[in-house]
């Protein structure tokens, strides 16, 4: 026999699988699920920094920051790549939306981010 924990939708549950000699495990009923234990409150986003832009630049997929393509201060035209984001073996370019400068940069490379977090600002 071998007992597991498992969490599915942050219920957490005890399941014992006894091991036989016959084509398949038989697991044991869970018990009523446990209390989920709390998760550690997720980091507070970077602050950007002095005199960040107005013009937001974020992720349109979920993925691993792979590359930082522009810095602050520098100039870019709409279109420009500002931050590659890799998403499932694929390099993603995150663009400028529109002419300006780049006043602050909120990741750095390997960070994990979510579809819609800020990467950039610019100005």
Excluded: C, H, W
């Excluded at 009523?32 to 005199?51: E, L, Y």
């Excluded at 995150?94 to 300006?100: K, T, W, Y």
């Amino acid at each position: 026999m071998k007992n597991y924990t498992i969490t599915v939708n942050g219920n957490v549950y005890d399941v014992t699988v006894e091991e036989g000699a016959g084509n398949g495990a038989a697991v044991s009923a869970p018990a009523a699920p446990k209390a989920a234990p709390k998760a550690a409150p997720a980091p507070a986003p970077k602050a950007a920094s002095q005199g960040a832009g107005s013009i937001r630049v974020e992720a349109g997929a979920a993925g691993k920051v792979f590359k930082i393509e522009a810095n602050v201060g520098q100039a870019v035209k709409k279109g420009d790549p500002v931050v590659i984001v890799e998403a499932m073996k694929m390099e993603i370019p995150v663009v400028a939306p529109e002419d300006g400068t780049v006043a602050s940069i909120d990741v750095a490379v390997g960070d994990a981010v979510e579809a819609g977090a800020l990467l950039a600002t610019l100005n």
